[in-house]
């Protein structure tokens, strides 16, 4: 079936530390990857997205690269500040024909940014 | 309203009682979410609606839980005789189809308590 493995948390650095957040897919399909991000007492949202094998999605300074060989998308930033402190989700969605699927969430990885 | 709407924001209830969880998704979005985060279990899947399609209940965790929308718009999910490993937070997630991807609005859940 499909799902997500992503690295466990918690994660703890230092502001302008560099960041990787691990993930791993398996699909049935030709999945579309995403990212979303929960800021402490908000809802989830969207963060970068990518629907095809080498596409890069960027956001925020936050960039995923689909790997279709080794079935990853790793959330990279090159330097976190502490806003960026949050819970991180990856996603994946397989869509059948014209009929989009559901999408199915990694456990979430919580990022915490020290100044 | 701008975003997904969900209420009660918190509910406490006594184990064996029956709790409605109302979410009123983003004007015109066609597909609905259900998702369920509990504390170190990250995001599970309960159901979705898609338009008129029949909806995917494949993750309800039992027949105790139900869910129903009413016209494509507002959604009510019902858990008959809760038990304490209900409580988490209940999400719901709205989306429209853009440009041939899905981008999904989250709104801030409702923070189920049984005791």
């Known amino acids: 079936g499909d799902s997500v493995t992503q690295m466990e948390g918690p994660v703890t650095l230092s502001e302008e530390a560099f960041l990787t957040i691990n993930c791993t897919y398996t699909?049935?399909?030709?999945?579309?990857l995403f990212w979303y991000v929960q800021y402490p007492g908000e809802g989830l949202q969207l963060l970068l997205k990518?629907?095809?094998?080498?596409d890069k999605g960027s956001n925020k300074g936050f960039e995923a690269t689909y790997r279709k060989e080794t079935t990853s998308f790793h959330l990279e930033k090159g330097s976190v500040q502490v806003s960026d402190s949050a819970v991180y989700f990856c996603?994946?969605?397989?869509?059948?024909?014209?009929?989009?699927?559901?999408?199915?969430f990694g456990r979430g990885t919580q990022l915490t940014v020290w100044p | 309203g701008a975003g997904v709407s969900q209420s009660p924001s918190n509910k406490v209830t006594e184990k064996g009682k029956d709790v409605e969880l109302r979410c009123d998704p983003i004007?015109?979005?066609?597909?609905l979410y259900w998702y369920r985060q509990s504390l170190g279990q990250g995001l599970e899947f309960l159901i979705y609606?898609?338009?008129?399609?029949?909806?995917?209940k494949s993750g309800l965790p039992s027949d105790r839980f139900s869910a129903e929308r009413t016209g494509g718009s507002v959604s009510t999910l019902t858990i008959q005789r809760t038990q304490q490993e209900d409580s988490a937070v209940y999400l719901c997630?709205?989306?429209?189809?853009?440009?041939?991807?899905?981008?999904?609005?989250f709104g801030s859940g409702t923070q189920l308590s049984v005791l």
């Open positions: 997630a709205s989306s429209l189809q853009d440009g041939g991807w899905e981008k999904l609005f």
């Open positions: 699909a049935t399909g030709y999945p579309s």
């Open positions: 990518a629907t095809k094998a080498d």
């Open positions: 996603a994946l969605r397989v869509d059948r024909g014209s009929t989009l699927g559901r999408l199915y």
């Open positions: 004007s015109g979005h066609t597909a």
């Open positions: 609606f898609q338009g008129n399609s029949a909806p995917d």
